[in-house]
């Protein structure tokens, strides 16, 4: 079992940055890859970027690619967002999930077993 509590959201200015944290309880958390997704008002939940329990591998969205870096450090049981030149419709209520290590990284949200709270993120133009 695991527990997640993801932070760091708020409201800034389109180019601006932002840097999410969710923290990990419960046990083994290196056995977990960890991803985050976003929900934006009235649209479909959205794969933003996951990384490997061991931290060695990333896959990111195309949207995510070139802005946003996902790390963890597994001695803190936290896995990081850091986003940057953000934009306005990167506005989305964002989450972390975590899911077994034995599967190879990927984008579906129905591989993921844990699930963070969510953080909103605010853009403004």
């Known amino acids: 079992q695991v527990q997640l509590v993801a932070s760091g959201g708020g409201l800034v200015q389109a180019g601006g940055s932002l840097r999410l944290a969710c923290a990990a309880s419960?046990?083994?958390?290196?056995?977990?890859?960890m991803a985050w997704f976003r929900r934006a008002p009235g649209k479909e939940r959205e794969f933003v970027a996951a990384i490997r329990g061991s931290g060695t591998d990333t896959i990111y969205a195309d949207s995510a690619k070139g802005r946003f870096s996902i790390s963890r450090d597994n001695a803190k049981n936290t896995v990081y967002l850091q986003m940057n030149t953000l934009k306005p419709e990167d506005t989305a209520v964002y989450s972390c999930?975590?899911?077994?290590?034995?599967?190879?990284?990927?984008?579906?949200?129905?591989?993921?077993?844990?699930w963070g709270q969510g953080t909103q993120v605010t853009v403004s133009s």
């Open positions: 419960g046990r083994a958390f290196s056995a977990y890859n």
């Open positions: 999930a975590a899911g077994p290590n034995y599967i190879s990284l990927h984008n579906n949200a129905a591989g993921y077993d844990y």
